[in-house]
Nanobody, 119 residues
């Protein structure tokens, strides 16, 4: 079984920065893609950014130029550097990993970490 553990959320003022981390553990043979999604109260979960094992990235238009996703394949860890944060970025942020164990594939979610941008 594969588990994701997120960290790094918190309260920050507008214009500030936060760095989220998500570490995968368990029966992992390879992780194809990892990503961050967010869900604000009363809204659907939306994509923030994804990154493949080859380093190809994809960002939501609303975060381009402000957020940077990266990963350490050796540690099965993905990061999200968030700069110039805005109140609209307030949400629960969820990590996702898509990959395979020796015999089965997996697509798992973390428990979520809260990011609040407020003065």
């Amino acid at each position: 079984q594969v588990q994701l553990v997120e960290s790094g959320g918190g309260l920050v003022q507008p214009g500030g920065s936060l760095r989220l981390s998500c570490a995968a553990s368990g029966r992992i043979f390879a992780i194809n893609a990892m990503g961050w999604y967010r869900q604000a109260p009363g809204k659907q979960r939306e994509l923030v950014a994804t990154i493949t094992d080859g380093g190809n990235t994809n960002y939501a238009d609303s975060v381009k130029g402000r957020f940077t996703i990266s990963r350490d394949n050796a540690k099965n860890t993905v990061y999200l550097q968030m700069n110039s944060l805005e109140p609209e970025d307030t949400a629960a942020y969820y990590c996702n990993a898509d990959g395979r164990g020796r015999y089965t594939s997996f697509n798992v979610w973390g428990q979520g970490t809260q990011v609040t941008v407020s003065s």
